[in-house]
């Protein structure tokens, strides 16, 4: 007999463990790249569980039932990723709204620490809300191609017609710079950049920084199971971890290679990339 | 259930990576790492893990759950040892493991 519960649990489970250990491989790619031995592959892991067991601290400067509260949100968002994408595969459109809460996520936690850093984090949170219009646009443009917005749907014409892959790689492309957006050091990871120490994650301690990270693992894991779904169609478990790794180690160097951008020219060239790809899928559709 | 398959998997990895890292660490204790020969008990674990998560159709006696999940932990062992150690006995493990497969599959 099917249990939704035991279900959501094992994916979660699933999403946290995995989504860890991947971005323990990107730490460790970016490092290799570097010529540096690097952290072990479960450090990453190993640092979120770490964080449970931590004394927590409180600033002067919270506001503490939004400095708590929010760690909370960002925990829920993704785990309703996981509920609406692996385990239901429900709308696309939810996942969006899960998106756009993220940002709110960023802004708030950075503003309710009262720290410096938390505050740019905050601005540019704001900034980086252009990252919203790749993804925006791509939902957009999948709509347009399948006519659904339920990824159970795009499942079944990725059955008939083949992967999205060939048929709009553009499209593809500015998912893509979706995930590499989310990727730590990635160019494009304004909100997080290490002149503003670890931005809106900056004050957050104890136990609240592990709810942050144990999110960050999900959300990466989530947003690689969509890109691999939506695109490559009805593929195994096995063959999506193994399309997960490719792609972290692929941002890994992405991230290793490429110094941050500041956030003017980040959210230009992610505007840039934005409208390129979407004439460049537009127009095939139209012809 | 291909889910809850592969969560056992995971949670097998990550114990192996643990008692590696433990390990590695108890027998380098030095600052830096130290250029040795292979070492031969880690090259039979990696080779024998890879082998059992890669072949396990090759012994039909034993469920491939149990063959996978023990392949996986000596895997995630000889891989996640200190940084620096355990590389090239992972890389020869899957090299033989990929040859053996190559060999049963073509």
Redesign the interface.
């Known amino acids: 007999m099917y249990n939704l519960m035991a ?1 959501i649990l ?2 979660v ?2 999403a946290f ?2 989504g860890s ?1 991947l971005l323990g491989l990107h730490r460790k790619v970016m490092a290799r790249v570097q010529l540096r ?6 450090q990453y ?2 640092h979120s569980l770490k964080f449970f067991f931590k004394e927590s601290s409180w600033p002067k400067t919270i506001s503490k039932p939004f400095y708590i509260a929010i760690t909370v949100i960002l925990c829920a968002i993704w785990v309703t990723g996981i509920i609406v994408g ?1 385990v239901l595969k429900g709308s696309l459109m939810i996942i969006f709204g899960i998106y756009a809460v993220h940002k709110i996520v960023e802004h708030n936690s950075g503003s309710s620490s009262g720290s410096p850093y938390g505050k740019l984090s905050c601005v540019r949170a704001v900034f980086s809300a252009s990252s919203e219009l790749l993804l925006f646009a791509s939902v957009a443009l999948l709509y347009l191609i399948t006519h659904t917005m339920d990824i159970g749907a795009i499942i079944t014409y990725q059955q008939v017609h083949g992967p999205l892959i060939y048929k709009a790689p553009l499209l593809a492309l500015m998912f893509f710079m979706i995930i590499v957006t989310k990727a730590p050091y990635s160019p494009f990871s304004i909100t997080t950049g290490k002149d503003i120490i670890s931005g809106f994650e900056t004050e957050h301690f104890g136990f609240l920084r592990g709810y942050i990270m144990l999110s960050e693992s999900i959300m990466w894991y989530v947003l690689l199971w969509l890109f691999l779904t939506i695109f490559f169609g009805p593929i ?3 063959w999506i ?1 193994i399309g997960m790794i490719i792609i972290t180690i692929i941002t890994g160097f992405i991230s290793a290679i490429t110094p941050m951008l500041n956030p003017n020219h980040s959210v230009m060239s992610q505007l840039s990339i934005a409208l390129i790809c979407a004439i460049g899928t537009i127009i095939p559709i139209m012809i | 259930m291909e889910e809850l398959y592969f969560l056992i998997y995971l949670i097998v990895f990550i114990v192996g990576a643990a008692l590696g890292l433990l390990y590695s660490y108890s027998i380098h204790l030095e600052p830096f790492v130290v250029k040795e020969k292979i070492n031969i008990p880690i090259l039979a674990m990696a080779i024998i893990g890879w082998i059992l998560a890669l072949n396990f159709n090759l012994l039909n006696i034993i469920p491939s759950f149990i063959l996978i999940s023990i392949g996986v932990f000596l895997i995630g062992f000889v891989i996640d040892m200190r940084p620096g150690y355990g590389r090239r006995e992972t890389v020869i493990g899957f090299v033989v493991s990929l040859f053996i497969w190559l060999i049963t599959h073509i």
């Open positions: 279900d094992i994916n489970c699933l463990l995995f250990l031995p690097g952290p072990p592959l479960i892991l190993l692996p195994s478990l096995l971890f």
